[in-house]
């Protein structure tokens, strides 16, 4: 399947089903269609977490996506402001 097929709560799902071992890992892989390496990546990005984990960490980077946005916006309203200040002085 191609990159980004499967969604971070389908990656948890298919590792925990690993985990419950009743298919070996190279059967569990040719069924979902991804390569074994593929499968070992997955287990270490999302070591141990549940669906919960996987969507509380996604509301956290669209947070800081906001905030950082945010931030680049003062820090631009500030230089402009500087700038202005000094030219009129």
Known sequence: MKAGQFSDEQIVAILQEATRGEKTIAALCQEKGISQ???YEWRKKFNGASTKD???????EKENARLKKLLAERDLENDVLKEALTKNW
């Open 37 to 39: 390496a593929t499968f």
């Open 54 to 60: 996987v969507q509380r960490l996604r509301e956290l």
